[in-house]
């Protein structure tokens, strides 16, 4: 997945045109929401995910299905752990959606259970931004109940043509 850091984001608006590589979500659940285009195939497996701009930046969305339980019956923790992937980048980059880069570091603490059909959001905050790497931390939560605890960096990379 790639971004580019943005910081003229305007949280309170959607943007005026989609940026590239988002699109409007076709599925009317998730209207307002924006989902990649093309599609990312393993996370449009895992998720799909989407993201909008809201008052305090940008939030992450995710609504979990029966595929993504654990033995348990709670969401597994590698799918809470892609979400989060995908929450640190577009935190990372915005509505922009340009920073290209690879995930060096991730890190993790479950802290609570997620079950399937309840809507998770991921929000959280560039703690440095540098030239080749961007510092995030994020927090997934359920309806405000903290679920994951996330931080981790992104090496900016060349696009390739």
Known sequence: ????????????????????????????????????????????????????????????????????????????GGSLMTFADYALFMIAGGMDANIHGVTVTMNCEFVGAAEPGRLLTARGEVVRAGLSMVFVRGMIDDAGRNVLAFSGTIKRINRRS
């Open 1 to 76: 997945m790639s971004h580019e850091p943005h910081d003229k984001m305007q949280p309170d608006s959607p943007p005026t045109t989609v940026p590239w590589r988002l699109a409007t979500a076709q599925d009317p659940d998730w209207a307002g929401w924006y989902h990649w285009e093309p599609a990312d195939d393993f996370e449009d497996y895992a998720g799909p995910f989407y993201c909008q701009p809201d008052g305090k930046g940008i939030v992450c969305g995710f609504m979990p299905e029966a595929k993504n339980r654990n033995g348990g019956g709670n969401i597994h």
